[in-house]
């Protein structure tokens, strides 16, 4: 059974840092492309960052580009989300997902993934 489980999330003041992490299991994490998810409270749900399945190529929504880093360590099972210079308007619930098998790329679109984690909420205070 696949199951990911993330941790990590929190109640920081703006100009802080959190790291997100996401750990599977019951998949080939190696075969698998990753992403990061959040949804906001009355807002949908909107691509953040993603890896490829050899963690080579990573993405990231405009808003976080030099804020957020996203790595992929094959050897624990586990996908992070660095998340530095946080901001009020990152305040949301972050999901993980996966995608199986994951190409050479990186995925945004959430049609795209096949299993979720239950999310970890972030609360970025002013």
């Known amino acids: 059974q696949v199951q990911l489980v993330e941790s990590g999330g929190g109640l920081v003041q703006a100009g802080g840092s959190l790291r997100l992490s996401c750990a599977v299991s019951g998949r080939s994490f190696s075969s698998v492309a990753m992403g990061w998810f ?3 409270p009355g807002k949908e749900r909107e691509f953040v960052a ?4 050899g963690g080579t190529q990573v993405k990231f929504v405009d808003s976080v580009k ?3 880093a996203v790595s992929k360590d094959n050897a624990k099972n586990t996908m992070y989300l660095q998340m530095n210079s946080l901001k009020t308007e990152d305040t ?3 999901y993980c997902a996966t995608k199986w098998p994951g190409g050479s790329g990186v995925y945004t679109d959430d049609r795209d993934y096949d299993y979720w984690g239950q999310g970890t909420q972030v ?4």
């Open 92 to 94: 949301a619930v972050y």
């Open 38 to 40: 959040r949804q906001a």
């Open 66 to 68: 030099g804020r957020f």
């Open 50 to 53: 993603g890896v490829s399945r």
């Open 123 to 126: 609360t970025v205070s002013s």
